[in-house]
């Protein structure tokens, strides 16, 4: 079974997401081409489930990208099943999610597919599988990138396909803005990306889906209509929208999230003069386990830091966070304005960290 989808702009972690546009295909016997007519990341990684579960039964990931640009720019951050690096989503983007028994797991036959239909429509295009399982275009420029996740019995093989996706917003979420990030969490392998319409303006994401479906169709000869599916059509799937709300949780999105810590300084401008704080924490499992600032003792008390640190040690890591525990600890902080507008910036510097 084979489901073609794209997503509304996120990022996808590993271990979940995903985005609109969706088709499937089926393996073996009978087959089914399925396409999602929802463009959000939690809907369409609930059906990914949901189908994989019903076959069968049966993952980790990693603490990558800005996750402040995002909060800006409203975009969505989720986690996969499956493995591999950190993805950015958007419209521009196909995703393809290949269902298949565990035996007829092949990742590199349905990439060729993809190869196939590509070089169907433009012969000249220089596209090629690599030993890594991504598509690149002209040798070097990723346009594909390919995680699976294997169950007892049954697998899923998905990949997204570049098609004219927004390659400055791509590259700026993916970039971590910690400069003392550590983490032995499985890294995301950056590459340069490309879109297809950046090579040829016609190849458009529905054309693609429909030659892929059609390419599909023909290898497992099968029905070549592609069936639409409502990710949050109970009666065709029972049970999805608990998937997708858990999907949704901070739990699994952050919860999961391998250790990691953090050393870095930050410059506060104040009045006259330039202050630097130096932060060092550690974070496991999305919550503050350790937590270090400091900031010079002539400006704020030590004291006051050190209160910071120690209601910030347990919590989230989440800027939400550090404005409801900075707004406990204040009312226990003596009525000195001088005090209060630099605990405010002290706070404030500490959310964008986050
Ligand atoms: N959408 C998209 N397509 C191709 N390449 C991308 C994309 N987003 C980011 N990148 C580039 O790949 C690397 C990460 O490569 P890396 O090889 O580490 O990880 C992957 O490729 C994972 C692919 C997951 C595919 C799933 C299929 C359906 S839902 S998500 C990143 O740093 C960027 O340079």
């Known amino acids: 079974m084979a489901l073609p989808w794209s997503l509304r702009s996120c990022l996808q972690r590993p271990g979940v997401l995903r985005s609109p546009r969706a088709r499937l295909g089926g393996a073996g016997g009978g087959g089914l081409i399925l396409q ?50 950190t993805v950015y989503h958007d419209l521009g983007n196909i995703n393809l999610t290949f269902f298949t028994t565990r035996k007829k797991y092949e990742r590199m036959d349905n990439l ?5 239909v590509l070089k169907a429509l433009r012969p000249q295009m220089d596209v090629n599988v690599t030993d890594r399982y991504d598509i690149v275009l002209g040798g070097r420029y990723k346009i594909s990138g390919t995680a699976a996740k294997l169950g007892r019995t049954t697998a899923y093989h998905h990949c997204t396909l570049l098609c004219g996706t927004d390659k400055s917003v791509l590259s700026s979420v993916l970039k971590s803005p910690y400069k003392g990030l550590k983490s032995n969490a499985t890294a995301s392998v950056p590459s340069s990306v490309r879109n297809l319409l950046e090579e040829d303006p016609a190849l458009t994401c529905e054309l693609l889906l429909e030659a892929i479906a059609e390419e599909y169709a023909t290898q497992h000869q099968i029905d070549h209509h592609v069936t639409l599916i409502n990710p ?26 391998p250790k990691f810590s953090i050393s870095t300084y930050f410059d506060m401008a104040y009045e006259d003069s330039v202050l630097e704080v130096k932060v060092d924490m550690e974070v496991k499992h999305g919550r503050i386990e350790v937590c270090n600032i400091n900031a010079p003792e002539h400006w704020l008390p030590p ?41 405010n910036l002290l706070c404030e510097n500490m959310r964008m960290l986050m």
């Not at 049970?239 to 949780?249: A, H, R, S, V």
């Open 36 to 85: 999602s007519l929802s463009d959000d990341v939690y809907q369409n990684l609930a059906v990914e489930d949901w189908i994989h579960e019903q076959v069968s039964l049966e993952n980790r990931q990693g603490a990558e990208g800005n996750l402040r640009l995002m909060r800006q720019k409203g975009i969505k951050l989720a986690r996969r099943r499956s493995g591999g690096g």
């Open 112 to 116: 060729k597919l993809v190869v196939r």
């Open 232 to 257: 949050a059509d109970e009666a065709v799937l029972p049970g999805i929208n608990n998937k997708t709300k858990e999907l949704q949780t901070w739990e699994w999105v952050y919860g999961k999230t």
């Open 303 to 343: 004291g006051l830091c050190q209160e910071l640190a120690k209601s910030l040690t347990g919590s989230r890591f989440c800027p939400d966070e550090v404005t409801v525990l900075a707004s406990t600890v204040l009312r226990t902080c003596p009525p000195n304005d001088e005090l209060r507008n630099k605990w």
